[in-house]
């Protein structure tokens, strides 16, 4: 049960008024986030030139106001007015680097100048004057720029109480009509600025969210191209421990007259043939759970120039030149693939672009190069980002590499380079 009065209860609400404007205060006076990324900020050269930039004009107002505005006012000479005015060009250079650091040098300053600058004559003058404006405005927009949350507030409480003073702390008249202009001349660099940085931050996120999906699109596609490697390696290597098992158990009926030792061992081979292949089975099986997976043969090496009669009559401008050397069953499937997946390539991303392929087996190395010429027409799309990645699975698989990139001439050239004597 509570104990609190109503009365302390009525006190209670001014107290957490206060506490949580001064909160916001405290939000507006602390170091800027780390999520401050002015435009500039990704280029070290050009925020120092923008630091610079600012203070220059800073210096500028202040000559300017300091010779024109101030010299002799309150009995302070031109010289001691240019002094006075110095904070305030120190924070318009600190603020392209740190904004709220800059404004609230500027804001604070601004006042402490309205109470030891005060006018010589007892004429009405408006709150802020044309100098005032011109220190005041670019960190203002800075500052809405920067800070969100709490730490806006805090930025509109304190130039709000600035502004308020500067307009009470005067024994001269204030120009009527302008006290509701000045806070309206405050706000519009706050709002714009605000308005600016939520963009800039939208933007941002967009970016990092567009980099993520990019990235787990190339993960999925490398773990899709493994699952695929997978399958055909199973069906290889499936058909070759089958053939061991069967030769193994027909040996004796095919050679006759086998001692039973010899009978045993082959026996012993088949056995552990049939039961590799079970465990390999039982590994990779799971992998030809989809419904989509390729039924037919595993192509090879052999049926690459049935791979590129194909694509001439489908319309594609090939050419060709094969010089193909005995390889294992896996190697040339993982060849055949990438040859297909190269040719896709140009197709989708160069229509029209004519395509020379080359197979070559020396130095026991298998070498495929697939270079297009620029497309003589627009891309049909971007693709999935997983041409190049599965290639290099692919050719990995093996101990190989493969090489893309651009041509001289404006085309796209893939050049692979398979070990013949590594066997997968």
Not at 15 to 28: D, E, H, K
Not at 45 to 66: K, P, T
Request: some cysteine; hydrophobic content about 50%; proline content about 8%.
């Amino acid at each position: 049960m509570s104990t609190e009065r109503p009365v302390d209860r009525i006190r209670s609400v001014p107290t957490r008024a206060a506490s949580g404007a001064w909160q916001a205060v405290l939000a507006a006076v602390r170091p800027q986030p780390t999520s401050w990324n002015p435009p500039w900020a990704r280029f070290s050269r050009a925020g120092a030139v923008a630091s610079v930039v600012f203070g220059l004009y800073g210096l500028i107002v202040a000559i300017a106001a300091s010779g024109a505005v101030l010299n002799d006012r309150g009995g302070v000479p031109g010289g001691l007015s240019f002094l006075y005015l110095l904070p305030l060009v120190a924070g318009l250079a600190v603020a392209p680097r740190r904004p709220l650091d800059g404004w609230l040098v500027v804001t604070c300053w601004m006042v402490v100048l309205r109470i030891i600058l005060l006018p010589a004559p007892p004429d009405p003058m408006p709150v802020l004057e044309v100098w005032n404006w011109l220190m005041w405005v670019p960190v203002l927009l800075l500052a809405g720029w920067a800070a969100r949350g709490r730490a806006l507030a805090g930025v509109v409480l304190v130039s709000g109480v600035a502004l308020l003073l500067c307009g009470v702390w005067q024994p001269h008249a204030v120009e009527s009509g302008t006290r509701i202009p000045s806070f309206i001349g405050m706000a519009v660099p706050l709002v714009v600025g605000a308005a600016l940085g939520a963009r800039q931050r939208a933007r941002t996120a967009l970016h990092d969210e567009q980099e993520r999906a990019d990235e787990a699109l190339a993960r999925q596609g490398a773990l899709a191209e493994r699952a695929r490697i997978a399958r055909e390696m199973h069906d290889v290597v499936a058909h070759s421990m089958s053939m061991i098992a069967v030769r193994c158990e027909t040996a004796p009926y095919r050679l006759g007259d086998v001692p039973p030792p010899v009978r045993t061992e082959f026996g012993e081979i088949a056995n552990a043939a049939r039961q590799s292949l079970s465990e390999m089975q039982g590994l990779l099986g799971v992998l030809r759970s989809d419904d989509r997976v390729e039924r037919a043969p595993q192509p090879g090496l052999d049926d690459v120039e049935e791979l590129l009669r194909a694509a001439r009559a489908a319309g594609a401008e090939l050419q060709w030149e094969l010089h193909l050397p005995e390889v294992p069953a896996a190697l040339g499937l993982s060849a055949y693939r990438i040859v297909q997946q190269g040719i896709a390539n140009a197709a989708q991303h160069a229509p029209g672009a004519p395509v020379r392929l080359r197979i070559t087996g020396e130095d026991g190395v298998l070498r495929i190069e697939v270079v297009n010429g620029p497309g003589a027409a627009v891309p049909a799309g971007p693709g999935g980002g997983n041409g190049i990645p599965g290639m290099r699975e692919r050719a990995a698989l093996h101990g190989g590499t493969v090489q893309a990139g651009p041509t001289p001439v404006g085309g796209f050239q893939v050049v692979a380079e398979l070990p013949i004597g590594v066997r997968a």
